[in-house]
């Protein structure tokens, strides 16, 4: 993948001709990715560089920030060393605004086709429980049944809570447990307890099935979406339950 640096706006050359190279070449390798249905990382690293350069945008000091530093004095007693900000003359700023004007608007929209992706991706998606309903929801089995084959990929999940500045979010850990094929007689209640027995799992584990009706990348986009959208799911149907 071709990377852009995070502070790629400030670091190197600060010309224009040059930065549009660096965008484009960006710009078409995601774009290159979201054509052949791969997601991730792609749209969650276009979404961290356009989130950095709207705040830049909006923030002329954290540009400044992002600028440089020269060494200004060396203490080889103390082994410390000070810096200073390197001057930023206007002409640079003016650089550096033509840049966020250019760059911006073509981001946000590669940034609208991997969404449009995305949301076909959730639309071919059915979530459904296995077996009776857990009452811990917070942990269990996903059951990702891939489209025309049948087969069955398991994963342990753990939804997991981390906090912002200002708000809660709730994401997932995964890990793959095996692949199992559904048949007439082999259902998904029957794989779910062979995975019980498999693990030895107390109790009962919750259990959901996550069902493609359409073939998409399994790592770069299948795995993803579905890991979102059971969070989602189990958000929705056992709000009282996630803590």
């Not at 705040?55 to 200004?72: E, G, H, M, Y």
């Not at 027995?197 to 107390?202: E, Y």
């Amino acid at each position: 993948m071709t990377h852009l640096q995070p502070n790629w706006i400030t670091e190197g050359l600060i010309d224009f001709e040059y930065k549009k190279y660096l965008l484009l070449a960006y710009l078409k390798e995601v774009n290159r990715n979201f054509d052949q249905h791969r997601l991730y990382p792609f749209l969650s690293d276009l979404l961290a560089h356009y989130n950095n350069l709207i705040t830049i945008k909006q923030n002329k000091t954290f540009v400044s920030r992002q600028f440089p530093r020269q060494i200004s004095r060396i203490d080889l007693e103390n082994f410390t060393i000070e810096y200073e900000r390197m001057i930023v003359d206007d002409s640079c700023m003016e650089e550096v605004e033509a840049i966020l004007d250019y760059a911006i608007p073509r981001m946000y929209q590669s940034l609208m086709e991997g969404r449009e992706l995305y949301h076909d991706v959730e639309q071919h998606l059915q979530i459904y429980p296995v077996g009776i309903v857990s009452l811990n929801p917070e942990t269990g089995f996903m059951m990702l049944v891939l489209p025309h084959t049948r087969d069955t990929k398991v994963y342990r999940y753990q939804i997991t809570v981390f906090e912002s500045s200002d708000e809660q979010y709730r994401g997932i850990r995964t890990d793959f447990i095996g692949e199992y094929r559904q048949s007439f007689t082999n259902t998904l209640e029957a794989i779910k307890l062979q995975v019980i027995n498999q693990l030895k799992a107390a109790g009962n584990p919750a259990a959901y099935a996550v069902e493609a009706t359409a073939s998409y990348p399994l790592q770069e986009t299948l795995l993803p979406v579905a890991r979102r959208s059971l969070v989602r799911y189990l958000c929705t149907h056992h709000p009282n339950t996630m803590g």
